[in-house]
């Protein structure tokens, strides 16, 4: 458990963005996620006029990696106009990698080693890692000593038809053997989650992230990706279903669970092309350029539990000890952004949140922790409906929570989100008056 | 500080680092042979020394001769003992016992290819600056150094004609895959890794690397089919310079002299013929214009510009998108249009160039990338607001282009310059309504924008000469030769481009053939014939440009022929539209046919012979006139931009340095002779410019005694 009230100097966000986030083998098939992370970078620099000199660190999310680019912080920071002197590292802690990016850029701004630092993350789920059985890597690597065509040969020799299948990544947990969506229906059936209200919430995910495309609130945080190859130029998130209908939502057969799930490819979210980038600084430094900081970090937790049976859970863990460090109540956060893995997995947190018993249970603690009023959770739709590129939703989360609380007028904002693993993340910010 | 150094190592390596203390560059000149031959003859008698490098202690390996030093040369006889000692000098290097390592990492060009060529050994460097060219045809003369002999020895006849006859220029890969260069390395530590090859040469145990020539290419250099060889390659050079430059036909000839006689022979061929060319006409137009290029990129006194920090660019056509291609190097590049699809195929001509780029080894393809993130589509004038720099490029239309300025300057800083690049609407009728018309000015770019070197800058009285020093720095970073003009109808290119071509259309009414006008023209020297450059640029805008202009200088005699307006309303486009004086049905290959449907509109289909010549003079003699109407009325400001002017943008005949130096060639007294005939015949139209009447009165030339 790493939770408490956010240490050294304030840090403030001044800024955020996102490409557009697509579904997985559409307008970005052609692009890595260094592609993606360059355009939401450069975009960051566009948009907000920065000197790119001054950008002193660079942290980005992402999990599935790409060899070419293992560093991909670095490559997208290099060509997206970052000075060659600013550092880039990349995170990987599963669905949480960008907010973990971000906490990394804000202790190194808090501690004073830099005053202004870029966070955020990037992902490609078109072009997964797939990669040869362990029993042919073997081989392939011995015959780069091969000496002779013969000797080559030989090496070979022995290979069998199921040598040759490709390995392909499953998104589950290495520890459990389960995939999310597998751990998703466990849940759902142990707290008793109904496909019904799984279905709703799904539903009103999508509705409310139509309202905010059409209101031109969505478009504010996305910067154009112009996609070499086709030329387009993707300036919209094309998974949210506005026109979606209880009915359509209920058709849909179980993905996981075939026989007795509830979960669905609509009440799930779907595979994502996307990247974020999140402009953090010191918040005396944001006074001295003259930009306007828009929140400062009051809190973070970050926290791990059982992988098995407390799985997508980090939101029921985490903010509790986010808001305890920070000093404030559930019911004095305006705005509330959590991620939406499934809509399972949003109901259990929620019941959780609400529930005495586990909070005596779990958190050890006399009350409930509160309930999340629906008009302040997600307003603009979450990733059950714009998408999930893994490791760049956290910094979508942020920009949208300070977004909204600048133009819901909230004084206290929370982002919170699980991860694979087990692992939570909260953060608590306050917004900054002009 | 000497211009050669030497470093006499304790591994028998002697280090000879070139660097000119005068400039910033090494230059090859008399004075350098001097002590380069003191240095070279140390090396010999010193015992100590094993081998030697050259190296260049300068950005560039060499920069190439002292072309200003051909420029002065009269007789045939100076440029040739020029040749005969610089072969006497690398001789030296060449068969010198010990041997030599060339270390080059920059540029090497001309003589600095010939130097290294000397050596026994080339190492280049690995890197994007690096590049190696012969462009000595290009100024109108040949490599006087040996390098017409000692290229085709090293990398073969088929591989150095084109170098040779081209002047392209070699990056370090393609150098060391032709055989050029025997080995690549890396910048860092270049003089220590040539010192080390240096040494293994001198031991015996580095061999250079000689490219094995295939079967085809062993033969071609061997009678029969050597004599074939020179045979064709002087068809295709006679056939694409038709018998106007004399460079490359001599090229062709020292390097048959040399095969044929040896290695002595070809020698003394270069010397006679290097000598011939610096002497000729040709070579002073070129080497003319080359000079005024390096004027026209200093800086201007006054007030330095501002630094353009970001680029705003109105309208992402190919205009557009041909601008921000140049100019994503230097800064990131919005561009505004109405519709993503506009936006995306800017992006696509963006991308397509510097993947080009790219491909050809000027560019790391990760700087590719790099530069395209720089490029920013834009459907919101919003995105404009911290431009320093916004040129519009949208449709030649004066309404649209005064609404644009004021939407711009509704978000744009009050520094911000504006620039439109029109090519015939006058700036200050654009800048009418503009809030601060100081910022306002004319960046007339050619299509298309990264291959046309030049830029027109156009000032109005009111334009401040910080945004002239802010649009002509930028544009002189972009690469491009600028000239500053004064605004008018047509500016200058423009102007002077419409009597020329309204003339065409003249021939055309009295009866000549399309192509016989188009040949006469380019028999003269243009690149392409008058009908086929309106066929390119659009009809439409040849009939605006030409109405304007026929209006402006009614007075003059210059109306304009009816024919284009009627040839647009009757559909003819040019080839955008694929209708225009000649067919674009056909295949894409060969010589397009003529559109002989036009004819009806010029009085038939029956066309009769004019003679080429008198054709040619008409169009020609018009533009020049044109152009000393310009410098007298302060449109230009000097006979050299006028001339750059007219050859970068419009085509005028290089070798002939351009309308003032065609003129002080003519003589303007002829000029004027020929031009009161034409008068007299023809109308008013052919009238002298006073300015070249009293030139011709007085006999003075525009370039005085140069």
């Known amino acids: 458990m790493a939770s408490g009230r956010f240490p050294g100097r304030p840090v403030v966000v001044v800024d955020g963005c996102r490409t557009p986030f697509v579904r997985s083998g559409t307008d970005f098939t052609d692009l890595s996620a260094y592609d993606l992370a360059r355009a939401a970078l450069s975009g960051l620099l566009h948009r907000t006029g920065l000197d790119p000199r001054e950008v002193g660190l660079l942290v980005l999310g992402c999990v599935i990696q790409d060899c070419d680019t293992s560093n991909v912080a670095r490559e997208a920071g290099l060509a997206a106009g970052l000075h060659p002197s600013c550092p880039a590292f990349t995170v990987t802690v599963a669905c949480v990698s960008a907010n973990v990016a971000f906490l990394n850029a804000a202790h190194a701004v808090a501690s004073g080693q830099v005053d202004v630092a870029v966070a955020g993350g990037t992902e490609t789920l078109s072009d997964a890692p797939i990669r040869l059985s362990r029993a042919m890597r073997k081989r392939l690597i011995a015959s780069q000593k091969a000496r002779g065509p013969l000797d080559l040969l030989r090496r070979f020799a022995g290979t069998r038809i199921r040598d040759l299948r490709p390995q392909i990544p499953a998104i589950a947990d290495f520890s459990t053997g389960l995939t999310m969506g597998q751990n998703g229906e466990r849940l759902a059936k142990r707290l008793g989650v109904t496909r019904e209200e799984q279905d709703a919430y799904a539903l009103a995910s999508h509705h409310k992230a139509a309202r905010a495309q059409r209101d031109g609130k969505l478009g504010a945080q996305i910067v154009p990706v112009t996609v070499p190859g086709s030329f387009r130029i993707v300036r919209e998130d094309n998974g949210i279903r506005g026109d979606s209908t209880p009915e359509k939502m209920a058709s849909l057969k179980p993905a996981f669970d075939k026989t007795f799930g509830t979960l669905t490819a609509a009440n799930s979210s779907f595979l994502t092309d996307g990247a974020s980038a999140v402009l953090l600084m010191a918040e005396e430094k944001a006074r001295a350029l003259g930009v306007r900081p828009r929140a400062r970090l009051v809190s973070s937790a970050l926290t791990a539990m059982d992988p098995l049976d407390e799985l997508l859970l980090g939101p029921a863990f985490a903010v509790p000890r986010a808001l305890d460090a920070a000093g404030i109540g559930l019911e004095d956060v305006g705005v509330v952004e959590i991620h939406e893995a499934f809509a399972a997995q949003m109901v259990a947190n929620l019941k959780l949140l609400e529930s005495e018993a586990f909070a005596k249970e779990k958190l050890g603690r006399p009350q409930a922790v509160g309930k999340v009023p629906p008009e302040r959770l997600n307003a603009w739709g979450g990733s059950l409906s714009i998408g999930h590129p893994f490791g760049a939703t956290g910094g979508r989360l942020i920009a949208t929570c300070v977004q909204r609380m600048e133009e819901e007028g909230a004084r206290y904002g929370l982002v919170a989100a699980c991860a694979a693993g087990a692992i939570g993340n909260a953060l608590v910010f306050e917004r900054v008056e002009p | ?706």
Not at chain 2, 10 to 29: E, K, Q, R, Y
Not at chain 2, 260 to 277: H, I, P, Q, S, V
């Open chain 2, 1 to 706: 500080m000497k211009a050669v150094q030497l470093e006499k190592r304790l591994d028998g390596v002697a280090v000879l680092t070139l660097d000119n203390p005068h400039g910033p560059h090494n230059i090859l000149s008399r004075d350098l042979f001097e002590e380069f031959r003191r240095v070279l003859e140390e090396i010999r008698t010193d015992p100590h020394v094993k081998a030697a490098v050259l190296i260049s202690g300068k950005r560039d390996f060499l920069a190439g001769a002292d072309i200003k030093s051909f420029f002065a040369m009269k007789e045939p006889s100076e440029g040739e003992s020029l040749s005969r000692e610089g072969h006497a000098l690398l001789d030296l290097i060449a068969e010198s016992p010990k041997p030599f390592v060339a270390a080059i990492h920059g540029q090497a060009l001309g003589g600095g290819v010939e130097l290294a060529l000397a050596c026994h050994y080339r190492l280049a460097t690995d890197d994007p600056a690096t590049a190696l060219a012969l462009p000595e045809v290009t100024l109108g003369v040949l490599p006087g150094g040996g390098g017409t002999q000692r290229l085709p020895r090293l990398i073969g006849l088929a591989a150095a004609l084109p170098l040779l006859l081209t002047g392209q220029r070699v990056r370090a890969r393609k150098a060391l895959r032709l055989g050029l260069v025997d080995a690549l390395t890396s910048p860092g530590g270049l003089k220590e890794t040539a010192a080390l090859a240096a040494r293994q040469l001198a031991e015996g145990t580095l061999k250079p690397r000689r490219r094995r020539r295939k079967l085809l290419e062993r033969l071609m250099e061997r009678p029969p089919l050597r004599a074939l060889v020179f045979r064709q390659a002087r068809k295709g050079v006679l056939s694409k310079t038709r018998g106007l430059y004399p460079a490359p036909p001599a090229i062709l000839e020292c390097v048959r002299e040399g095969y044929e006689k040896g290695l002595r022979a070809g020698f003394r061929r270069e010397e006679a013929l290097f000598g011939e060319l610096c002497a000729s006409e040709a070579c002073k137009g070129l080497l003319g214009l080359a000079l005024a290029m390096i004027e026209l990129k200093k800086p201007l006194p006054g007030p330095q510009g501002r630094k353009v920090g970001t680029l705003g660019i109105l309208g992402g056509g190919f205009m557009g998108a041909g601008i921000a291609s140049v100019s994503l190097k230097l800064c990131p590049v919005v561009v505004k249009d109405v519709s993503d699809g506009v936006l995306g195929k800017c992006a696509r001509t963006v991308w397509e160039g510097l993947s080009k780029q790219a491909k050809s080894g000027a560019l790391h393809p990760f700087e590719r990338d790099r530069l395209f993130a720089r490029l920013h589509p834009a459907l919101d004038y919003g995105d404009l607001r911290r431009a320093d720099l916004v040129v519009e490029a949208v449709f030649e239309d004066l309404d649209l282009k005064r609404r644009v300025l004021e939407e711009t300057e509704a978000v744009v800083s009050e520094t911000c310059v504006f620039a439109s690049n029109t090519s015939a609407l006058p700036i200050a009728s654009i800048a009418e309504r503009a809030r601060v018309p100081e910022r306002v000015l004319g960046m007339h770019y050619f299509s298309p924008v990264p291959k046309m070197p030049l830029l027109e800058i156009v000032v109005t009285p009111k334009t401040s000469p910080e945004a002239l020093a802010t649009a002509r720095a930028f544009g002189v970073a972009q690469g491009k030769t600028c000239i500053v003009v004064k605004d008018g109808p047509g500016f200058y290119t423009t102007r002077i481009l419409s009597p020329f071509l309204n003339e065409a259309m003249v021939l055309l009414e009295e009866g000549a053939a399309v192509e016989a006008v188009d040949r006469a023209l380019k028999d003269f020297g243009y690149p392409v014939g008058p009908v086929a450059l309106l066929d390119e640029v659009g009809i439409d805008v040849g009939a605006h440009v030409a109405k304007e202009f026929g209006d402006a200088y009614a007075s003059r005699g210059l109306s304009s022929s009816q024919a284009l307006p009627i040839l647009f309303e009757a559909g003819y486009h040019g080839r955008k539209n694929g209708r225009g004086f000649y067919r674009y049905d056909g295949k894409r290959k060969g010589r397009k046919p003529v559109n002989r449907e036009v004819y009806a509109f010029f009085g038939g289909p029956k066309r009769k012979e004019m003679p080429a010549k008198e054709m040619a003079e008409r169009l020609a003699l018009l533009m020049v006139n044109e152009a000393v109407w310009c410098l007298q009325e302060g449109v230009i400001s000097s006979p050299r931009d006028g001339d750059v002017g007219a050859v970068l943008g419009l085509g005028f005949p290089p070798f002939r340095g351009g309308p003032f130096r065609y003129l002080d060639s003519l003589g303007a007294a002829e000029a004027v002779r020929r031009m009161e005939g034409y008068a007299e015949r023809l109308g008013p139209r052919f009238r002298p410019a006073p300015l070249l009447a009293e030139a011709a009165r007085k006999g003075e030339r525009f370039y005085g005694e140069a």
